[in-house]
């Protein structure tokens, strides 16, 4: 379950509430779930009881438990439980991470779509002659809009219209010689990742391919997640999520953990109980990621703003960075396949798709090879 279906099943105990006449309405159009803070239980967490207690004149806790009852659980969600002055805790169930990567590798170029904003139309007014970055920014946020089930379009004359700092381009040169120089994919990240507000950056450091440029991170990564789904056709490991999910939270032989050589045995004790943590954590990170990107879509096509979505693949991407390189998704040596190397690979493969399908709501190519 991805953070946007629990944000829906707990807007839906909403609506049952409200049908059962224990609420007073209205419904709110969005309930926003969040990760569980430190000393905080569960995967998710929701304030909407506080947000309903005002309206409905009953104090929050109460609130909490009329939705506790009315949560759906069928479908991914283990336990829900009050905390504070009635904080809905969500502890999602153990085969939800695999539901989630079902869910990316069934329409990998449609995760994340959805109809949010089905019946809603928009039309939006050419951009101005000259004016590169409000074109390449109105385009952009046309394809998030019909991404979430918006009818969008740029139409000329229309009343609403997109407005953004412009590009600083060099004395002597147009928006043509930005595209000339940089190139499709550079140029339109360097038009669209900052916010609105900010002018953007448009130097040949975009070009270099080094850690520090954030567009090549993001294809490095994706062009990493398609080498290993290769890599593990090679070695017999086959594409997609096997039938029996091993979730590196739960299954202790999925972990590697490195020879302790010359190390004493206090290090080697240290290293076989750390390596499995650091695995969870990397692991829960890519997963944290993954999930939020249909709501990280929604936000941005709401809001007008692509630089969101540009933001979130540099997580994505630093997030499966970490993952394949902590937890090794493919077998070394002589060591033999595993359930635990398939559910990696296919969950680098599932980072991949969320990298492209991001990169391609931006309007840039994410090439295979680096």
Same mark, same amino acid.
């Given at each position: 379950?991805? $953070?946007?279906?629990?944000?829906?099943? %707990?807007r839906h105990a909403v609506c049952r509430a409200v049908e059962d006449d224990v609420l007073p309405g209205p419904v709110p159009e969005r309930?926003? %779930?969040?990760?569980?803070?430190?000393?905080?239980?569960?995967?998710?967490?929701?304030? &909407?009881?506080?947000?309903?207690?005002?309206? *409905?004149?009953?104090?929050?806790? #109460?609130?909490?438990?009329?939705?506790?009852?009315?949560?759906?659980?069928?479908?991914?969600?283990?336990?829900?439980?009050?905390?504070?002055?009635?904080?809905?805790?969500?502890?999602?169930?153990?085969?939800? !991470?695999?539901?989630?990567?079902?869910?990316?590798?069934?329409?990998?170029?449609?995760?994340?779509?959805?109809?949010?904003?089905?019946?809603?139309? &928009?039309?939006?007014?050419?951009?101005?002659? @000259?004016?590169?970055?409000?074109?390449?920014?109105?385009?952009? %946020? &046309?394809?998030?809009?019909?991404? +979430?089930?918006?009818?969008?379009?740029?139409?000329?004359?229309?009343?609403e219209r997109l407005t953004v700092v412009p590009a600083g381009l060099d004395s002597g040169t147009g928006p043509d010689d930005l595209f000339a120089r940089l190139g499709h994919g550079a140029a339109h990240w360097a038009l669209l990742r900052p916010a609105a507000h900010?002018?953007?950056?448009? @130097?040949? #450091?975009?070009?270099? +391919?080094?850690?520090?440029?954030?567009?090549?991170?993001? !294809? =490095?990564?994706?062009?990493?997640?398609?080498?290993?789904?290769?890599?593990?056709?090679?070695?017999?490991?086959?594409? @997609?999520?096997?039938?029996?999910?091993?979730?590196?939270?739960?299954?202790?032989?999925? =972990?590697?953990?490195?020879? $302790?050589?010359?190390?004493?045995? *206090?290090?080697?004790?240290?290293?076989?109980?750390? +390596?499995?943590?650091?695995?969870?954590? %990397?692991?829960?990170?890519?997963?944290?990621?993954?999930?939020?990107?249909?709501?990280?879509?929604?936000?941005?096509?709401?809001?007008?703003?692509?630089?969101?979505?540009?933001?979130?693949? #540099?997580?994505?991407?630093?997030?499966?960075?970490?993952?394949?390189?902590?937890?090794?998704?493919?077998?070394?040596?002589? #060591?033999?396949?595993?359930?635990?190397?398939?559910?990696?690979?296919?969950? *680098?493969?599932?980072?991949?798709?969320?990298?492209?399908?991001?990169?391609?709501?931006?309007?840039?190519?994410?090439?295979?090879?680096?």
């Amino acid at each position: 379950m991805t $953070p946007a279906e629990l944000s829906r099943t %707990v807007r839906h105990a909403v609506c049952r509430a409200v049908e059962d006449d224990v609420l007073p309405g209205p419904v709110p159009e969005r309930i926003t %779930v969040e990760r569980s803070r430190p000393g905080g239980l569960g995967d998710y967490a929701s304030n &909407v009881a506080l947000r309903l207690a005002g309206p *409905a004149g009953r104090p929050p806790r #109460e609130i909490a438990e009329i939705l506790r009852s009315r949560v759906d659980t069928s479908h991914g969600i283990a336990r829900v439980e009050i905390t504070g002055p009635g904080f809905l805790n969500f502890t999602l169930g153990r085969d939800s !991470r695999a539901d989630l990567v079902r869910t990316i590798l069934g329409d990998p170029a449609r995760y994340g779509h959805g109809d949010a904003l089905a019946g809603t139309a &928009v039309a939006f007014a050419t951009a101005p002659d @000259g004016d590169s970055r409000a074109r390449v920014w109105t385009d952009t %946020v &046309v394809r998030l809009l019909r991404s +979430q089930g918006a009818e969008a379009a740029v139409v000329p004359g229309a009343m609403e219209r997109l407005t953004v700092v412009p590009a600083g381009l060099d004395s002597g040169t147009g928006p043509d010689d930005l595209f000339a120089r940089l190139g499709h994919g550079a140029a339109h990240w360097a038009l669209l990742r900052p916010a609105a507000h900010d002018r953007p950056y448009t @130097g040949p #450091e975009l070009l270099v +391919q080094r850690e520090s440029n954030a567009l090549f991170r993001v !294809r =490095y990564a994706y062009a990493r997640a398609r080498a290993l789904v290769r890599n593990a056709a090679h070695l017999g490991i086959p594409s @997609g999520i096997p039938s029996q999910y091993t979730d590196l939270d739960a299954h202790s032989d999925a =972990y590697d953990t490195e020879s $302790p050589g010359r190390d004493s045995a *206090a290090q080697a004790t240290k290293q076989a109980t750390t +390596q499995p943590t650091a695995q969870v954590t %990397v692991t829960s990170a890519l997963f944290t990621a993954l999930g939020n990107h249909p709501a990280v879509l929604e936000a941005a096509a709401r809001l007008r703003a692509p630089d969101r979505l540009a933001r979130h693949l #540099e997580h994505t991407a630093e997030a499966f960075l970490r993952f394949q390189e902590i937890c090794r998704p493919l077998p070394l040596g002589d #060591e033999k396949p595993s359930a635990a190397h398939r559910s990696r690979t296919a969950l *680098a493969e599932a980072a991949g798709a969320v990298l492209a399908g991001g990169l391609s709501l931006l309007g840039i190519d994410a090439p295979e090879h680096l």
